[in-house]
Nanobody, 125 residues
Framework: QVHLVESGGGLVQAGGSLRLSCLASGRSFSSYAVGWFRQPPGKERDFVAGISWDSAITYYTDSVKGRFTISRDNAKNMVYLQMNSLKPEDTAVYYC??????????????????WGQGTQVTVSS
């Protein structure tokens, strides 16, 4: 089955940038959708961005539109989240998630069935 490992988190000042990476194992990766979610301290995990199998469709939550960009490289089994103009409210554990059913991304947790371990992003003011 597909397994996911996130990396690229860290501490950054407000206004700065980070790029998160998600490495997937498994032959089915390139056929299905991937999403990024985040869980701020004390809050529930929420959708951030999603991408279709062929990168033709991307979705973003309103709070990150224009600042974050999701992309994927199927040849490398990689998904990325480029985060620019970071704000303190972006502080969260970020997770990548894989759907074994859908090639088009959804915005809910239940759309996805495989999750990475998460990577911490902290944005200081």
């Amino acid at each position: 089955q597909v397994h996911l490992v996130e990396s690229g988190g860290g501490l950054v000042q407000a206004g700065g940038s980070l790029r998160l990476s998600c490495l997937a194992s498994g032959r089915s990766f390139s056929s299905y959708a991937v999403g990024w979610f985040r869980q701020p301290p004390g809050k529930e995990r929420d959708f951030v961005a999603g991408i279709s199998w062929d990168s033709a469709i991307t979705y973003y939550t309103d709070s990150v539109k224009g600042r974050f960009t999701i992309s994927r490289d199927n040849a490398k089994n990689m998904v990325y989240l480029q985060m620019n103009s970071l704000k303190p409210e972006d502080t969260a554990v970020y997770y990548c998630a894989f759907s074994s059913q859908y090639g088009v991304p959804g915005t809910g947790d239940r759309w996805y069935d495989t999750w990475g371990q998460g990577t911490q992003v902290t944005v200081s003011s």
